[in-house]
């Protein structure tokens, strides 16, 4: 692998892709829950920046067990992204868009349910959890689908036991995916599958530091391969879920010459009708 090649495709890749979400936050400017679009692009915002973060743990500070772990949350998310916004439209993306952020309030409560002494901070958040729990909940009854499902959707839903299962394949799924199936779902090499796999296994926790093997490699061509085609996913699903809006118009055009060279262009053309 040409490393230099690397390095300028992520570049341009990564002007691109800040290019498109920049547009996007234009016009998605809030991201309030009931807005999966501007929710959404106020998530994958936050995920470019740890591209960046990535690149530099792995290239300058040599810390591979810390970038290794910001891989796998960016493996997560891109897998949560196509899972919920990707592969289901209308009110099945509604549904698990809710139930997600829903799983996440409901998360929260649970972990701060039997904490003692609290600072002010934590019950705000706490009571703020609670208020977006009950909200949530409210607009998914709302849905058509929940009233046509409400009975198996309430096995799957339940706020007084901190439960909700948004990785349901069907609604009778109580157990729901595991990130294993997700991952699978990227179509990516099984390969790059069962890396994620592995260190899905200890990210959480103090795992990494205690291997000696993934959590030390230093396969630099390797990881900076798996970045480029997570980042690769990433604008070609901003392409498939924003497809009304244009990013080949005058004004992105005319930025992205400000800030590439003429090869540099040329480079982003190809790597843009390969992305789409």
């Known amino acids: 692998m040409n490393n230099r090649r690397t390095d300028t495709e992520f570049n341009v890749m990564m002007i691109f892709a800040n290019e ?34 990535f690149s530099q743990l792995l290239l300058q500070n040599k810390d591979f067990i810390t970038a290794n772990s910001i891989l796998r949350m960016l493996a997560d998310n891109l897998a949560i992204t196509k899972f919920i916004y990707v592969d289901y439209d209308e009110e099945m993306r509604l549904l698990r868009h809710y139930m997600f952020l829903l799983d996440g309030s409901l998360t929260f409560i649970k972990l701060t349910d039997s904490m003692e002494d609290v600072g002010d901070i934590i019950k705000e958040a706490r009571e703020r959890s609670n208020d977006e729990a009950q909200y949530i909940k409210g607009q998914i009854t709302k849905l058509q689908l929940y009233k046509d499902n409400s009975d198996a959707l309430d096995k799957l839903i339940n706020i007084d036991k901190r439960v909700c299962n948004w990785k349901f394949r069907d609604f009778s799924d109580k157990k729901g995916l595991h990130f294993s199936e997700l991952y699978k779902k990227l179509d990516i090499a099984p390969n790059i599958v069962a890396y994620l796999e592995y260190l899905s296994q200890f990210a959480h926790g103090l795992g990494l530091y205690s291997l000696g093997t993934v959590a030390s490699i230093q396969n630099v061509p390797f990881l900076l391969e798996m970045r480029d085609l997570l980042l690769g996913l990433l604008i070609n ?26 090869s540099e262009m040329e480079l982003f053309m190809e790597i843009a009708n390969k992305t789409k």
């Open 20 to 53: 498109m979400i920049s547009q996007l936050k234009v016009k998605y400017s809030t991201s309030s829950i009931d807005n999966w679009k501007g929710y959404l692009v106020q998530r994958l915002s936050l995920m470019l920046q740890s591209y960046q973060t």
């Open 237 to 262: 699903y901003v392409y498939r879920l924003f497809s009304e809006h244009s990013y080949n118009n005058d004004n992105v055009m005319e930025s992205l010459r400000t800030k590439l060279s003429h």
